[in-house]
């Protein structure tokens, strides 16, 4: 394992969050998919990672970025053939906005290796998401392509047993918990720490306790 | 850290899963819940605990069981109190269906204390939930109650504040998911590998990945 591991972060300016278009109008998506892209970046950035934007169009971020405009699948491919099989590469989706820099190193494998989920130089390290995605990935096989359609964490763990390459599941909430839905922006509040979770507060939304499960309210627009 | 570590698992026969009243009917659910209970039971075994049922009603099983019919907060907290300050007692709830050894031993420290989390001696470890439940509790402050209303995870941390006990957060995946409500069992059917799956499979229950996103379907009944 080298000192510092490349990861690339898939990132669309131009088409963010659809699916929180109840809850908050398309400027609005933008610029907290934003701050959920500047979590994740820091994160990476505190566990060892240097991240690269592969991101559909320019963003301007003081960040090493690939523009490609194709389809998420067939743009990481493209990045993990550029790569080459010389040395591991991750890819960490850009909502991930509750990731730390300990749950990362899950990810790289620095916890894995002195015990934390063992087996830390598996060929693929994989952290499924909620409803089977695959939220953050370490390759370290030559031959692993991705297919991030439909329930990709089992497409994934075949794709490993086809090329017989190890697989290491990541078990962690932070990275499994992506941000798609307004329910999902309860788990920000509840345990997020950085732009994110501030984003949210300064949009005037709030923790609703009130009926005994928790969910999320807008005090204000 | 004793060899063994007890496991306080609070179990409801009389009222099992209403949230998955709309799929299953009251003697399935019943069924599905008893289902989860061996599963959790065998993967607390698995991770060097010595379970013990806290019930409402007797249950037959060959576990040693305490019976209670106060709400949770009340029974749990009875426990804490019998149980004495001298060893650290654990909660694990008994519908964690994706809960296996290795992600229970991260609870338990054993895996902390070389690496894994960190601070694998803390007062109090606490494996959050979505929507900020406390799926699984492992206490070694002679003084922590617990507190199951609302968003019992940020409670808990108060409490543990309150008292100046030291927190370790268990950021695991598999004890973040309780099964409550329908969308819940494709994490079973996804990642799960014992009773519980086996149980939906059985039951008709299976993935449908037909539009991009995964579901979970019933082929019959």
Chains 1, 2 share one sequence.
Do not use: C, Q
């Not at 390459?165 to 909430?173: C, G, I």
């Not at 992506?178 to 345990?191: G, K, N, Q, S, Y």
């Not at 997020?192 to 928790?214: I, K, M, P, S, T």
Request: no cysteine; proline share 6%.
């Amino acid at each position: 394992m080298p000192d510092t591991v490349d990861a690339l972060v898939p990132f669309s300016p131009d088409r963010p969050k659809t699916r929180l278009s109840d809850t908050l109008d398309p400027e609005e998506r933008r610029a907290f998919a934003e701050a959920m892209l500047s979590d994740v970046l820091a994160a990476l950035d505190g566990a060892g990672f240097t991240p690269r934007l592969l991101t559909t169009e320019p963003t301007g971020r003081d960040v090493p970025e690939t523009v490609d405009d194709r389809p998420l699948t067939e743009a990481v491919n493209a990045a993990l053939d550029a790569h080459g099989p010389g040395s591991p590469l991750a890819v960490v989706m850009a909502d991930l906005a509750l990731a730390t820099p300990r749950a990362l190193a899950r990810l790289r494998g620095s916890v894995g290796a002195s015990g934390g989920d063992g087996d830390g130089d598996a060929d693929v390290a994989i952290a499924p998401g909620r409803g089977g995605g695959t939220n953050a990935l370490l390759v370290r096989h030559p031959e692993f392509r991705v297919d991030y359609h439909g329930a990709s964490y089992l497409d994934h763990l075949r794709v490993a047993r086809d090329i017989d390459a190890s697989v290491r599941e990541v078990d962690s909430r932070r990275l499994a918990t992506d941000i798609d839905e307004r329910a999902d922006l309860t788990e920000v509040l509840l345990a997020g720490d950085g732009a994110a979770r501030d984003w949210l507060r300064d949009a005037g939304f709030g923790l609703d306790a009130g009926d005994g499960r928790v969910s999320v309210e807008r005090a204000r627009k």
